[in-house]
């Protein structure tokens, strides 16, 4: 993938990841989140796909995907991560269950720099143990 290509999936991941945490915080839907960014946002339509992508996992699979993170944060309850990691953990883990053909080294790699940016000091290292543990199971056969 070009340099461009990365750079225009990391912009569509950081939407989903504030759609994601708007959703959390406002206690509203994912889908309701996302209606209202998606208006503001000036995004291709490869962008708008994956961010539908993981819209619609988180969803259609919610249950599923915080199962997936409770297995993997082992001895943290969901509620009481912070916020924006809770939000960065569910995006990526809804990205390796929705689609198949994004790398998850890609998936994890992009979930971290997010953590790092609007985390605490510790968000990098806590999302990239859980989302490697996460990947392991959802995607053993690329590691």
């Known amino acids: 993938m070009s340099g461009t290509a990365t750079g225009m999936r990391r912009r569509a991941r950081e939407v989903a990841f504030r759609v994601a ?50 297995e993997s944060a082992e001895h943290w309850p969901l ?15 809804a990205e390796l269950m929705a689609r198949p053909g994004s790398p998850a080294r890609v998936v994890l790699d992009e979930a971290i720099e997010l953590a790092r940016t609007y985390g605490s000091e510790e968000s990098g290292r806590f999302v990239n143990g859980v989302l490697d543990r996460a990947a392991r199971t959802l995607r053993p056969e690329e590691f």
């Not at 000036?42 to 969803?59: G, M, P």
């Not at 509620?79 to 883990?93: C, E, F, P, S, Y």
């Open 21 to 70: 945490f708007q959703a959390d915080v406002a206690g509203d839907s994912y889908a309701f989140a996302w209606k209202l960014r998606a208006e503001e946002e000036t995004l291709s339509a490869d962008q708008r796909e994956l961010i539908v992508d993981i819209v619609k996992a988180l969803e259609a699979r919610g249950t599923e995907v915080d199962t997936s993170l409770r």
């Open 79 to 93: 509620n009481r991560l912070a916020a924006t990691d809770r939000a960065v953990l569910r995006i990526a883990v």
